[in-house]
């Protein structure tokens, strides 16, 4: 039989391994959740060939390094690279000719606009004025959201920089080519594995003009992180 000596001791173990388990688990909850590193800010692509003959581009074609943008125009946070840190590199690296800037559509199905004013885009290019309808559909994005006659909007912006309105609406309703030229430049972007936008391919352009992208920042990044890469391969061609 067990002595009252023995069943008080068994009670005290008890009592004593639920005690530990109180402090155990009220330890555990208290812990901090472990720390989410963020993504990287930059990733290597290798060295990928890039071909430019289909995209728009500016800069000096003599420079020797180049930044890929994949956006999308109803995209928020492409305008607000476009109309922020783009101004600061288009400023500090385009205009000097230290690198040139490229632009492939990449509108995302989530966006119900974006495939109609990346074909408004590529018919501006026919014109001769990709970049200006760039910088206009970026600063008023806000009205792309909102205006239900988009079509209307667009073709009043084309007449505002100066493009001929009826040659606009020609090519809008030229669907197919719009249409193929989109698809091959979302491909593109798929093939470097780009899902969203904004996206930058950055690389180097040699003296055939062939092109190696070798790093990919993804997102509205701050201006530090697109420096760091474009200095960097500066300083490897040896124009810094």
Partial sequence: MITKLEKAANIATVCAAIAI?????????????????PEAAVK???????????VQTKGTVGAHVIIVEFSDFECPFCAKHATTVG???????????????????????AHKNARFLASAAICAAQ?????????????????THTDPRLRDFVLSATSDIGLDRHKVERCLDNEGPLSAQIEGDIQTAQRLHIFST????????????????????VGARPLEDFKK????????????
């Avoid at 990928?48 to 289909?54: E, K």
Wanted: proline content about 6%.
């Fill in 229 to 240: 890469v474009l200095n960097d391969m500066l300083l490897k061609v040896g124009k810094s």
């Fill in 87 to 109: 101004v600061e590199l288009d400023s500090e690296f385009v205009r000097p000719g230290k690198a040139r800037h490229a632009f492939v559509n990449f509108p995302l199905a």
């Fill in 44 to 54: 290597d692509l290798g060295s990928t060939p890039f071909d430019l003959t289909h």
């Fill in 21 to 37: 388990c109180l402090v155990a688990g009220d330890r555990f909850w208290r812990r901090k959740p472990p720390k989410v590193l």
């Fill in 127 to 143: 014109q001769g004025q990709f970049w200006k309808l760039y910088d206009h559909l970026f600063e008023q994005q806000s009205k």
């Fill in 198 to 217: 904004p996206s930058f391919a950055i690389g180097t352009i040699d003296n055939q003009g062939k092109v190696a992208l070798t790093k990919m920042i």
